[in-house]
Every structure is written in structure tokens, then in C-alpha cells.
């Protein structure tokens, strides 16, 4: 059911009326109309704005300080340097201080990481031939670790994310080199590459 005022009633004022609207407020002093949403003397709110009351874009997050984007590359450098520190001060070469492949301990065919450890002692020591003939493979992998690392501190630097995207072919591709360097390495013909 619908009332309708009278004819004569005053208009109900509104809290939010349009920008060319008056909305009548009751002067200080006298007494509140019934239905006024703003009693005698108190202020009235601002006019209504088209487009104000619209929702604010959230503010972008901030950038990482430069400092907190290093601190990754610098950690992984840092447990990098420490693995080899370890590797070069306790020999490989003598037994007792690692563990054997378990590949080669039961079938006797060499991994491809077998000989990594003297690898790696020889390159922290500085003999590149040595680490060579121990184990290629891992020889190339710490030079291509150098090189990823510095793009990462390089990038992370100027707030760039490092992104190297590897496609199928190029996860094939490394596959198949480890395979090929796995069978020679254990022909006659590869005891080069082994170690």
C-alpha cells in the first residue's frame, strides 16, 4: 500500500540530492520536522558529485628494495661457495669422506655425474685439466652456473625477474647429451671422459 502526502506537505529532504537540487534544512534553533535526517543545526553534508563516490584503483604494490631482490641470488651464491669450499678442503680423492655412486657400486657403469666431486676439487683448486678428465659435463655446468648466476644479479639489480624459458626441444636436447656422454664414457674408446 502506497501513501501519498498531502498536497500541502513539505518535501522530505533528502541526505544526497542532485547538483541543482536545494535541499531545505531547518534553521538553528527551531525545532527538527519529523523524517529530517539532519537535525537542527547540524551541518549538512557536501553536494552530491557525480563520479566521487567511485571506487579508488588500489595503489600498485611497491617495488622490492634493492637489497631484498639481491638477497636470493646472493644466498644461492653463498651455498654454492660454501659446497665448494667444503669439496675443496676435504679431498674426494681419498676415499672414506663421501659416498660411492650407487650406480656404479652395483652395476659398475658410470652416471653421468660419477667423477663430479673431483671435478669440482679440482676446479676450486685451480686444475682445470684435471677437472676436465674427471668430469666434463660438470666442468661445463659450473662455467654455465657462472654465467646464469651473473644475468640473475645483473637482472635483479635493475628489478627485472630472470626468466629462462626452455622449450621441450631444448629438455630433449640436454637429455640426449647426457645419454650420449653416459654411453661413451663407458666404451673403451671414451675411458677419456671417464675418470
Not at 538553528?28 to 566521487?52: E, H, I, N, R
Not at 622490492?64 to 676435504?90: M, N
Not at 677437472?131 to 627485472?160: C, D
Given at each position: 500500500?502506497?501513501?501519498?502526502?498531502?498536497?500541502?506537505?513539505?518535501?522530505?529532504?533528502?541526505?544526497?540530492?542532485?547538483?541543482?537540487?536545494?535541499?531545505?534544512?531547518?534553521?538553528?534553533g527551531?525545532?527538527?520536522?519529523?523524517?529530517?535526517?539532519?537535525?537542527?543545526?547540524?551541518?549538512?553534508?557536501?553536494?552530491?558529485?557525480?563520479?566521487?563516490?567511485?571506487?579508488?584503483?588500489?595503489?600498485?604494490?611497491?617495488?622490492?628494495?634493492?637489497?631484498?631482490?639481491?638477497?636470493?641470488?646472493?644466498?644461492?651464491?653463498?651455498?654454492?661457495?660454501?659446497?665448494?669450499?667444503?669439496?675443496?678442503?676435504?679431498?674426494?680423492?681419498?676415499?672414506?669422506?663421501?659416498?660411492?655412486?650407487?650406480?656404479?657400486?652395483?652395476?659398475?657403469?658410470?652416471?653421468?655425474?660419477?667423477?663430479?666431486?673431483?671435478?669440482?676439487?679440482?676446479?676450486?683448486?685451480?686444475?682445470?685439466?684435471?677437472?676436465?678428465?674427471?668430469?666434463?659435463?660438470?666442468?661445463?655446468?659450473y662455467?654455465?652456473?657462472?654465467?646464469v648466476?651473473?644475468?640473475?644479479?645483473?637482472?635483479?639489480?635493475?628489478?627485472?625477474?630472470?626468466?629462462?624459458?626452455l622449450?621441450?626441444?631444448h629438455?630433449?636436447a640436454?637429455?640426449?647429451?647426457?645419454?650420449?656422454?653416459?654411453?661413451?664414457?663407458?666404451?673403451?674408446?671414451?675411458?677419456?671422459?671417464?675418470?
Amino acid at each position: 500500500m502506497t501513501v501519498c502526502p498531502a498536497p500541502d506537505a513539505a518535501p522530505v529532504p533528502t541526505p544526497y540530492a542532485a547538483p541543482d537540487q536545494h535541499v531545505p534544512h531547518a534553521a538553528p534553533g527551531t525545532p527538527a520536522a519529523p523524517g529530517d535526517p539532519y537535525p537542527a543545526g547540524a551541518a549538512s553534508p557536501a553536494p552530491y558529485t557525480p563520479g566521487l563516490a567511485r571506487a579508488r584503483r588500489p595503489e600498485p604494490p611497491a617495488h622490492p628494495s634493492r637489497l631484498r631482490r639481491l638477497a636470493v641470488p646472493a644466498g644461492i651464491l653463498a651455498a654454492v661457495a660454501g659446497a665448494f669450499a667444503y669439496v675443496g678442503a676435504v679431498d674426494p680423492n681419498e676415499g672414506g669422506h663421501y659416498p660411492v655412486c650407487p650406480l656404479l657400486k652395483l652395476t659398475g657403469i658410470l652416471c653421468p655425474g660419477c667423477g663430479g666431486l673431483r671435478s669440482a676439487h679440482a676446479f676450486i683448486t685451480g686444475d682445470l685439466g684435471a677437472a676436465f678428465s674427471a668430469n666434463a659435463i660438470a666442468t661445463a655446468g659450473y662455467f654455465l652456473f657462472a654465467a646464469v648466476w651473473v644475468l640473475w644479479l645483473v637482472r635483479a639489480w635493475r628489478g627485472r625477474p630472470l626468466r629462462i624459458g626452455l622449450a621441450p626441444a631444448h629438455l630433449w636436447a640436454l637429455g640426449a647429451v647426457l645419454a650420449v656422454f653416459t654411453v661413451v664414457r663407458n666404451l673403451p674408446f671414451g675411458s677419456a671422459l671417464a675418470p
